[in-house]
């Protein structure tokens, strides 16, 4: 009787193991509270792709350093958040991938209606 049991008994510990494996789900995941949300890290994205973009227009015609601050725009002095703070927020995110496609997804968004509107909102 032992004989019989025992391979039913290794198929049922391999199936536990196996299932305690599988990674959890995406949309189960819950964001830290000590990390920036998604709205958060969508508005700070945005703000610095847009700070990026402008830093490479020189419409004063100034030349060396003095261009380098002219155009000085700190998004997440902007937004009161520390360094360490994104830091750490990105840092989760790329351990959860498709969570972050979702916030570029988000920030493409965003940059394509204020270049459809021509403005800033």
Known sequence: MYNMLKPLFYILIFSTILLSCTPDKEEDIVIPSYLLS?????????????????????????????????????????????????????????????KLKLIYEKVLEKLSVIQANGKLE
């Open 38 to 98: 998604e709205e958060q890290l969508v508005s700070v994205l945005t703000d610095a792709y847009l700070s990026e973009g402008a830093s490479g227009i020189n419409v004063k015609n100034v030349i060396g350093e003095k261009y380098d601050s002219a155009y000085v725009f700190n998004p997440l002095q902007e937004h009161h958040i520390s360094k360490s703070t994104f830091d750490s927020t990105m840092n989760f995110y790329t351990k959860h991938p498709q």
